[in-house]
């Protein structure tokens, strides 16, 4: 009917308007828009009145509250009379924790596992090859249990503990002790020369390039760099006077049962949940972690390496200068997507009751049923931790990527 | 004569070389592989040490010290007095029914077991390339299995009449709520992520932008809220007397959540066709529905078959995490077993959780061999 219609008013000839693309498109997207404007007033307007009944106050006002409750590890300062802002300060530190030494350890133990899946011997390989299956085919939640209730467990209790490293380290049911470095007055020219030291290394590592492209006679940055990073702060601290000492975790093995163990306040203690969190976290990413690097080494062609050879490098420089700069191309997007995938797992904190963002989160929750805000603030965090690292690793990529004329 | 000097007449044996170093048998092959170098040998030496020292104790506790009969905890505590503290399967075998089917009711466990049975009768041949009629197959599955299952786990009342009686999903648990959230995530995050890597590829701006929007909101945010979001939240979304049974709830979270990934494991199967394939598409004739049904995803969802079978590996693992909103999934259940005195020993928690590994490994080690096997069996000239 509408052809004839618009035949006989002389419009332009064309296809009838439901065959019309533009036409069918500008109907959908205005189909969408109507449907989900619809469910965001039915749910809004629900919420609503379900909050009224419940006499739910919303808003953020809430977080001035004060908590009332304790946390167990607490990078800031907190305490039970902070508000309930505060603790969710200290368990978004917390993540941010065990987010980074989780990633630290994870690309550490991912890349060894990953070269060792790739190694000609045998006995290597295979040993990497079960790593690798066997942790990625258990739940994580699993293996945070297993290392928190079945590893942790086991070991000795509060009034003994196992001693390794030259007894500088001690772990018991309480967690891992250590020496904690104490700064004295006058420290402070320690940081200052670590600071000074790195960005020397920088200087030297830009004057090196630039020598090479001149002239092509190579400079030993890497030791200059490690040397000056180790050295100076070294010199500096001699010459302030020696002005920092470690605090040692002091163990009482005499007297009474009850007063044995370690003395409060001595050395640093990380508390075993974090130990389970961060081992079960940096384990479980690392499998995943070392099949990106395998695929990415073996995505470098073969050729590659023969011609590095040909010109007469050796093992070395040929993976150090050839394989790995190519390799790291294919590796970074996917090693980008497991440290998120790392970030967004230590929410599981919660099932062992780290005080992480999700863990404190859901105590603030639980006493104050502003499920709608708290829940906010989770996803607002995470996503914002999402967009910066993958922001982050897309200039990075960006960098590393091929310049194809 | 005098060139008989140029001759040289070997009078006695040339001096015998050693024979070559075999490269064929099994010593050929532990020469080759094992001690090619110094280097070499002591990392053999060294994993061999590694592994003795992993395997060893394992074996020692799953098998060599385990206790495999008993009633109750006395047995594996006479065991651990005796010095073998080894696992304790009797603890297993003993809480194996609540393991598989949670709280069920006991009289009622005949409807898991045929719903289990035919899981098991339409999935293998839909799992066996060779197996005939897959196209009934795969409508018997997606469609009127899950028709089935649903009223034989939940019950049926006809109008008064109980032909089947109801069973609160709060009774179930164990393997029955993995599996159940397992599978209802699989088989509708598919569907759903298909439309929206559809929709993220898609000319029409607000279509595309509403896609990429709930793609990237989903992939930002940890499971572990999304399972909050999705029993906390939920109810408040809900008109005042409206209530959602709690598994469903999670069932919700957790399409929604697989779906985002899905969406993208899609999406890069759909941009590795080549512009030609639609070109061809649209020069038959076809229109939108058909090209892509007919040709574009056939072609996109065969490439990224092991992209698609991570993401059910994940889920699976992820159904673990719905313990923490207060579900008894396989872990679950085994985690509350650990509160009854009458199982209670030092080692049942490490049985506990290895029972968990091996079963949860099983099923995933399973998936992924298969995705392996159909890769080889589908490629059609992509793999290079």
């Given at each position: 009917m509408s052809i004839q219609e618009q035949d006989s008013a002389g419009a332009p000839a064309r296809a009838s308007l439901l065959n019309d693309p533009k036409a069918r498109g500008l109907f959908y997207q205005a189909t969408l828009i109507i449907a989900l404007v619809a469910f965001g007033w039915f749910i809004v307007s629900n919420t609503v009145e379900n909050l009224e009944r419940q006499n739910i106050a919303s808003g953020f006002g809430f977080l001035q509250n004060t908590a009332g409750f304790g946390i167990i590890q607490a990078l800031v300062d907190y305490t039970e009379t902070s508000s309930y802002g505060q603790a969710i300060i200290v368990g978004f530190f917390n993540t941010l924790l065990v987010a980074v030494i989780g990633i630290f350890l994870a690309t550490i133990i991912g890349f060894v596992v990953g070269i060792a899946r790739l190694s000609n011997n045998w006995v290597i390989s295979r040993l990497a090859y079960c790593y690798v299956e066997l942790i990625r085919n258990v739940p994580l939640l699993l293996q945070i249990f297993f290392w928190y209730f079945a590893v942790l467990r086991a070991v000795p209790g509060k009034r003994d503990k196992w001693s390794f490293l030259f007894d500088t380290f001690h772990l018991n049911i309480a967690g891992l002790r250590g020496p904690q470095p104490v700064f004295e007055e006058g420290s402070g020219i320690i940081g200052w020369a670590l600071v000074l030291a790195i960005v020397l290394a920088f200087a030297v590592a830009r004057w090196s390039r630039k020598r090479q492209e001149a002239t092509g006679q190579q400079f030993p940055v890497f030791l200059t760099g490690?040397?000056?990073?180790?050295?100076?702060?070294?010199?500096?601290?001699?010459?302030?006077?020696?002005?920092?000492?470690?605090?040692?975790?002091?163990?009482?093995?005499?007297?009474?049962?009850?007063?044995?163990?370690?003395?409060?306040?001595?050395?640093?203690?990380?508390?075993?949940?974090?130990?389970?969190?961060?081992?079960?976290?940096?384990?479980?990413?690392?499998?995943?972690?070392?099949?990106?690097?395998?695929?990415?080494?073996?995505?470098?062609?073969?050729?590659?390496?023969?011609?590095?050879?040909?010109?007469?490098?050796?093992?070395?420089?040929?993976?150090?200068?050839?394989?790995?700069?190519?390799?790291?191309?294919?590796?970074?997007?996917?090693?980008?997507?497991?440290?998120?995938?790392?970030?967004?797992?230590?929410?599981?904190?919660?099932?062992?009751?780290?005080?992480?963002?999700?863990?404190?989160?859901?105590?603030?929750?639980?006493?104050?049923?502003?499920?709608?805000?708290?829940?906010?603030?989770?996803?607002?965090?995470?996503?914002?931790?999402?967009?910066?690292?993958?922001?982050?690793?897309?200039?990075?990529?960006?960098?590393?990527?091929?310049?194809?004329? | 004569m005098a060139n008989a000097d140029i001759f040289q007449i070997r009078t006695e044996e040339a001096p015998k070389l050693a024979a070559p170093i075999s490269t064929s048998g099994v010593v050929g092959w532990m020469r080759q592989n094992l001690f090619s170098s110094i280097g070499n040998t002591v990392l053999t030496v060294i994993g061999l040490l590694i592994a003795y020292s992993l395997i060893m104790p394992f074996v020692q506790f799953a098998i060599i010290d385990a206790v495999w009969t008993g009633s109750d905890r006395t047995a594996c505590l006479a065991a651990e007095g005796a010095g073998h503290a080894g696992a304790c399967w009797a603890y297993v075998i003993d809480y194996l029914p609540q393991f598989i089917y949670g709280r069920y009711p006991t009289e009622e466990i005949y409807r898991v077991n045929i719903v289990y049975a035919l899981f098991v009768l339409l999935l293998v041949p839909l799992l066996m390339p060779s197996a005939p009629y897959k196209g009934i197959n795969a409508l018997l599955f997606l469609v009127v299995f899950p028709i089935i299952s649903y009223f034989l786990l939940t019950g049926l009342e006809f109008g008064g009449t109980v032909v089947l009686p109801i069973v609160e999903t709060a009774r179930w648990g164990g393997l029955l709520v993995t599996l159940v959230i397992a599978v209802t995530g699989i088989v509708a995050s598919l569907p759903l992520g298909i439309a929206l890597a559809l929709g993220r590829r898609s000319n029409m701006p607000i279509i595309k932008m509403v896609s990429v929007i709930f793609i990237e909101f989903w992939r930002g945010v940890p499971l572990i809220t999304v399972l909050f979001m999705s029993s906390v939240m939920l109810p408040l979304f809900l008109p005042e007397g409206v209530t959602f049974d709690k598994l469903l709830r999670v069932l919700i979270g957790v399409t929604l959540f697989s779906a985002a990934y899905m969406a993208e494991v899609v999406r890069g199967g759909l941009q590795a066709i080549p512009k030609g394939q639609y070109e061809g598409a649209m020069a038959l004739g076809l229109r939108f529905w058909p090209m892509m049904g007919l040709i574009i995803l056939p072609q996109a969802l065969k490439l990224v078959i092991p992209g698609i079978v991570n993401t059910f590996i994940g889920l699976f693992k992820d159904t673990t995490l719905v313990l923490i909103v207060g579900m008894f999934d396989l872990l679950g259940q085994i985690q509350s077993s650990f509160s009854d005195p009458n199982w209670s020993t030092p080692t049942q928690g490490h049985t506990g959780y290895l029972f968990a590994a091996i079963v949860f490994f099983v099923f995933c080690f399973g998936m992924s061999r298969y995705s392996i096997f159909m890769e080889n069996k589908l490629h059609t000239g992509h793999k290079r």
């Amino acid at each position: 009917m509408s052809i004839q219609e618009q035949d006989s008013a002389g419009a332009p000839a064309r296809a009838s308007l439901l065959n019309d693309p533009k036409a069918r498109g500008l109907f959908y997207q205005a189909t969408l828009i109507i449907a989900l404007v619809a469910f965001g007033w039915f749910i809004v307007s629900n919420t609503v009145e379900n909050l009224e009944r419940q006499n739910i106050a919303s808003g953020f006002g809430f977080l001035q509250n004060t908590a009332g409750f304790g946390i167990i590890q607490a990078l800031v300062d907190y305490t039970e009379t902070s508000s309930y802002g505060q603790a969710i300060i200290v368990g978004f530190f917390n993540t941010l924790l065990v987010a980074v030494i989780g990633i630290f350890l994870a690309t550490i133990i991912g890349f060894v596992v990953g070269i060792a899946r790739l190694s000609n011997n045998w006995v290597i390989s295979r040993l990497a090859y079960c790593y690798v299956e066997l942790i990625r085919n258990v739940p994580l939640l699993l293996q945070i249990f297993f290392w928190y209730f079945a590893v942790l467990r086991a070991v000795p209790g509060k009034r003994d503990k196992w001693s390794f490293l030259f007894d500088t380290f001690h772990l018991n049911i309480a967690g891992l002790r250590g020496p904690q470095p104490v700064f004295e007055e006058g420290s402070g020219i320690i940081g200052w020369a670590l600071v000074l030291a790195i960005v020397l290394a920088f200087a030297v590592a830009r004057w090196s390039r630039k020598r090479q492209e001149a002239t092509g006679q190579q400079f030993p940055v890497f030791l200059t760099g490690i040397g000056m990073i180790i050295g100076l702060p070294l010199i500096a601290y001699l010459f302030a006077g020696m002005p920092m000492h470690f605090n040692y975790p002091e163990f009482v093995e005499t007297g009474p049962m009850l007063r044995r163990g370690f003395t409060l306040g001595s050395g640093f203690n990380l508390i075993p949940e974090f130990l389970a969190l961060t081992l079960a976290l940096s384990i479980y990413t690392a499998a995943f972690i070392a099949e990106i690097v395998r695929a990415g080494i073996q995505a470098v062609s073969h050729g590659q390496s023969e011609a590095a050879h040909a010109l007469g490098l050796r093992n070395g420089p040929t993976l150090r200068l050839v394989i790995i700069p190519q390799a790291m191309r294919v590796i970074i997007p996917p090693l980008t997507s497991q440290y998120l995938n790392l970030t967004k797992n230590s929410s599981l904190a919660v099932a062992i009751a780290f005080p992480d963002l999700v863990s404190v989160g859901g105590t603030v929750l639980n006493q104050t049923g502003q499920a709608i805000e708290i829940i906010g603030i989770w996803m607002f965090v995470y996503l914002t931790l999402s967009l910066l690292t993958s922001a982050f690793m897309n200039w990075y990529n960006q960098r590393m990527a091929l310049v194809e004329r | 004569m005098a060139n008989a000097d140029i001759f040289q007449i070997r009078t006695e044996e040339a001096p015998k070389l050693a024979a070559p170093i075999s490269t064929s048998g099994v010593v050929g092959w532990m020469r080759q592989n094992l001690f090619s170098s110094i280097g070499n040998t002591v990392l053999t030496v060294i994993g061999l040490l590694i592994a003795y020292s992993l395997i060893m104790p394992f074996v020692q506790f799953a098998i060599i010290d385990a206790v495999w009969t008993g009633s109750d905890r006395t047995a594996c505590l006479a065991a651990e007095g005796a010095g073998h503290a080894g696992a304790c399967w009797a603890y297993v075998i003993d809480y194996l029914p609540q393991f598989i089917y949670g709280r069920y009711p006991t009289e009622e466990i005949y409807r898991v077991n045929i719903v289990y049975a035919l899981f098991v009768l339409l999935l293998v041949p839909l799992l066996m390339p060779s197996a005939p009629y897959k196209g009934i197959n795969a409508l018997l599955f997606l469609v009127v299995f899950p028709i089935i299952s649903y009223f034989l786990l939940t019950g049926l009342e006809f109008g008064g009449t109980v032909v089947l009686p109801i069973v609160e999903t709060a009774r179930w648990g164990g393997l029955l709520v993995t599996l159940v959230i397992a599978v209802t995530g699989i088989v509708a995050s598919l569907p759903l992520g298909i439309a929206l890597a559809l929709g993220r590829r898609s000319n029409m701006p607000i279509i595309k932008m509403v896609s990429v929007i709930f793609i990237e909101f989903w992939r930002g945010v940890p499971l572990i809220t999304v399972l909050f979001m999705s029993s906390v939240m939920l109810p408040l979304f809900l008109p005042e007397g409206v209530t959602f049974d709690k598994l469903l709830r999670v069932l919700i979270g957790v399409t929604l959540f697989s779906a985002a990934y899905m969406a993208e494991v899609v999406r890069g199967g759909l941009q590795a066709i080549p512009k030609g394939q639609y070109e061809g598409a649209m020069a038959l004739g076809l229109r939108f529905w058909p090209m892509m049904g007919l040709i574009i995803l056939p072609q996109a969802l065969k490439l990224v078959i092991p992209g698609i079978v991570n993401t059910f590996i994940g889920l699976f693992k992820d159904t673990t995490l719905v313990l923490i909103v207060g579900m008894f999934d396989l872990l679950g259940q085994i985690q509350s077993s650990f509160s009854d005195p009458n199982w209670s020993t030092p080692t049942q928690g490490h049985t506990g959780y290895l029972f968990a590994a091996i079963v949860f490994f099983v099923f995933c080690f399973g998936m992924s061999r298969y995705s392996i096997f159909m890769e080889n069996k589908l490629h059609t000239g992509h793999k290079r």
